[in-house]
């Protein structure tokens, strides 16, 4: 797999670059560390959420580090662990114009901070809603998200969330 | 050890705010704006033996070099747009200590879009996490949500901080350095603005341009035999936050909850006593977290304090009194240096036609 590879213009086999030079949005691109992302990805593409584990401070940590933010646990004491999938919406904006150009043929969309029932937070695109929800900007913060995952390319996986109906979720992680 | 009136800025230099910057560098800038502060402060430039700049794109020692400064203390503030505010508090340590006499603290922004905007930024998370969502313009996307987050939280409206946007834009009339001059807008103006994205609408966020500012700091007893009405630093806090924001634990509060607390204490005044504010402005929502995290108003009251209260340079209680960065325009790196030197000037009683009467204790958010 590459990483760093904004385009998708380097990719060898000719099924995988017809498949890509139509998707025309930014795939992910590391500029700090490939390596240190890389599971977060592998998981992406088997429609799993991965997230680093800081267990000896019982706490997730994203996006994926080096080291624990705040207690700077070394990063083979973080632990690659699956997680639910569920969060909620922290706060979102309905974007009408995107500095992406190929992102303005979809506007109005909602890019949202989700907080994971695990703790940690990512940004993500927010489907299903409908035409007068978004209108009306009905999203509210809480709404309940799963997460679902689109094949944007042979390679990359995007993360992205579905508006679910569930109970209360679990309480996060507490501090032992 | 304290501010505490120790330091005190005696000149100031501004250029006018413009779209681009054709045809002009960051130390060509720079030395418009020194040159200015320079006669402002009625120093001459042999005086000058200390020098701040931003940092990153102006290396103090060749903007030194560029000006033909001989200094012997030299550093760069390295905030981004807070780098003309933190400089000052750099250069209020500096010639309190004797390390410098008189320091110049000089920030500029070039910009010419057919070179690009610096979309791409300096390492970081952005790239691989967000980019691919489709993140609304520069900073929009972190702001349309905390404006989303402090209306469900407080009950904040669209149509209470529009009031930030026309009343600032009525202060930059008449100011020959303000982008925005000549072209009043009214609330109903920006209630008819465009989204940008829900619920920031176009006139409620900053016009990215180019430009320069500069200050002269000098120890107190230096300021005392200055022409200029010297313009004490009597305290002074830097906060930080999250540059992303996503994982702090609770995006609706500002660093200045941290630092204004240590801006008070060290000055020995309160809220209570400021007289006007000089506050960052890159969107309404931002300066309105940030003047209920400086205590000026309780937090989650600020929908309701524009509501009410008159903000333009006529009315009780002046904020951005020169335009703010909304519509004086965001010369980029010296955004909130702006700030600073209008601050400075309302206070020096140079402020000409928006020149407020109260002009004795400001607070600064730059």
């Not at chain 2, 313009?137 to 987050?149: D, L, S």
Request: glycine share 12%; hydrophobic share 35%; aromatic share 8%.
């Amino acid at each position: 797999m590459t990483y760093g590879d904004g385009g998708g213009a380097k990719k060898a086999g000719k099924k995988a670059s017809a498949e890509e030079s139509s998707y025309n949005k930014p795939l992910p691109r590391a500029t700090l560390n490939p390596e240190v992302s890389k599971p977060f990805w592998d998981g992406t593409k088997k429609h799993e959420l991965w997230i680093q584990y800081d267990r000896r401070n019982n706490k997730f940590v994203f996006p994926p580090r080096e080291v624990s933010p705040g207690d700077l646990t070394p990063m083979d004491e973080l632990e690659w662990t699956k997680v639910s999938g569920k969060g909620r919406v922290y706060s979102y904006t309905m974007v009408y114009q995107s500095v992406i150009p190929a992102f303005n043929e979809d506007v109005p969309y909602v890019n949202a901070t989700i907080q994971l029932d695990e703790g940690v937070r990512m940004t993500g695109n927010v489907l299903g809603l409908t035409e007068k929800q978004k209108t009306n900007h009905e999203l509210r913060s809480n709404q309940r998200v799963e997460a679902v995952f689109d094949d944007v390319t042979p390679d990359w996986t995007l993360v992205k969330w579905q508006i679910i109906d569930d109970e209360e979720p679990p309480a996060p992680p507490s501090k032992e | 050890m304290s501010f505490r009136g120790e330091a005190a800025i005696i000149g100031i230099g501004e250029l006018p705010t413009q779209r681009t910057t054709l045809g002009r560098s960051m130390p060509g800038l720079l030395g418009d704006a020194a040159r200015l502060a320079i006669h402002d402060a009625h120093i001459k430039i042999e005086d000058v033996d200390g020098i701040i700049t931003e940092g990153g794109d102006t290396y103090p020692a060749f903007v030194a070099e560029y000006l033909g400064l001989r200094v012997r203390f030299a550093t760069g503030s390295s905030m981004m747009g807070a780098s003309g505010a933190t400089g000052v508090a750099l250069a209020s340590m500096a010639v309190m200590n004797g390390l410098a006499n008189y320091v110049l603290v000089c920030i500029a922004q070039a910009r010419n879009p057919a070179l690009g905007g610096g979309a791409e930024g300096f390492p970081g998370h952005g790239s691989e996490f967000d980019f691919p969502y489709g993140p609304a313009a520069g900073a929009n996307n972190g702001y349309g949500q905390i404006y989303q987050r402090h209306m469900e939280l407080y009950g904040t409206t669209q149509e209470q901080l529009a009031h930030v946007a026309s009343n600032q834009r009525f202060n930059a009339q008449g100011n020959p350095n303000a982008v925005f001059d000549g072209q009043p807008i009214t609330h109903q103006d920006v209630m008819d603005s465009r989204y940008v994205n829900y619920p920031l609408r176009l006139l409620e966020v900053v016009m990215p341009c180019g430009g320069a500012a500069a200050v002269i700091v000098t120890t107190a007893e230096r300021a005392a035999a200055s022409l200029n009405k010297p313009v004490y630093v009597l305290g002074g806090g830097i906060g930080l936050d999250d540059f992303g924001g996503m994982q702090k634990p609770e995006i609706t509060v500002s660093p200045v909850a941290r630092s204004a607390p240590i801006a008070f204490n060290m000055s020995g005044y309160s809220p209570r006593d400021i007289e006007f504010a000089e506050f960052y402005d890159c969107y309404t929502i931002l300066e309105s977290m940030c003047l209920e995290d400086a205590g000026l108003v309780p937090k989650g009251e600020i929908g309701p304090f524009f509501e009410s209260t008159d903000t333009t340079y006529k009315g009780e209680f002046p904020i951005n009194t020169d335009g703010g960065q909304l519509s004086a325009g965001q010369p980029g790196l010296a955004g909130g240096f702006r700030h600073v030197v209008e601050a400075a000037r309302q206070i020096m009683g140079k402020a000409g036609v928006r020149q407020i009467e109260r002009n004795d204790l400001g607070l600064v958010n730059g």
